[in-house]
């Protein structure tokens, strides 16, 4: 087996510690949930936003706001 330097054992440690505050960062740590966490939650809110919208486009287009919108907008530019 061969030997390992000094220099060797000093990269393998940069390395080691390197990786565990990726890891940290990502994952998080004591509760924390990190950025996966964060991804996870814009992905939940996002959602939300998108549902409220169309409930939003659905009101508007069902009460005749877009239709008269854009009918008054026609009748204004002719």
Known sequence: MADLTERDLTVIQETHDTVLEIKV???????????????????????????HFLILVGILGGSGIFGGGIYGLIKLFK
Not at 29 to 47: F, I
């Open 25 to 51: 960062v990502l994952l998080g740590k004591n509760g924390d949930e990190g950025l996966c966490g964060d991804v996870k939650y814009l992905q939940r809110d996002h959602s939300r936003l998108k549902q």
